[in-house]
């Protein structure tokens, strides 16, 4: 269980996004991009001008709300979360800016530097 509970901060990613496509979002309005019920802590991501701004991504499955065993598989059930809201709010992973991503066993930086690559082709966001 304790292991659960720490690989669910590693997979944590805060990121802020270029939109593309938006309509209805001139000057700097600001514009909630809603996925499903809210928790009512915090909204998923916010449209302002031409960026996204996105929450933190578990590595939650959605349909089951269940933490996936292991950190791949938590890895990539975040990113999942990640480009289902960018999708919804307009814009993709093509379009991130920077990135965060908090490990609490630096053991995995190894495994997610190899993940992360993968995601980002190119130059990777900061």
């Keep these: 269980m304790k292991k659960k509970l ?3 901060v590693v997979t944590t990613m805060f990121l802020a996004t ?3 496509g938006q ?3 001139a000057g ?9 019920p809210s928790n009512g802590l915090l909204t998923p991501a916010i449209v302002s ?3 996204v701004f996105t929450s933190g991504q578990l590595g939650l499955d959605s349909k089951t709300g269940q933490l996936p065993e292991g950190f791949e598989a938590q890895f990539e059930q975040a990113f999942k ?3 289902a809201l960018l999708d919804t709010a307009g814009s993709s ?9 908090f490990l609490a066993d630096m053991n995995d930086y ?17």
Excluded: C, Q, W
């Excluded at 992973?93 to 991503?101: C, F, Q, W, Y």
């Design 18 to 20: 270029v939109a593309m």
């Design 49 to 51: 001008g031409d960026l």
């Design 28 to 36: 700097n309005k600001r514009r909630p991009v809603k996925t499903g």
């Design 110 to 126: 190894a495994k997610l530097n190899e993940l992360y690559k993968a995601k980002f082709k190119g130059d990777p966001p900061a």
């Design 93 to 101: 992973s093509e379009h991130i800016l920077k990135a965060t991503v």
């Design 81 to 83: 979360n990640l480009t």
């Design 6 to 8: 720490i690989l669910t």
């Design 23 to 25: 309509t209805g979002t």
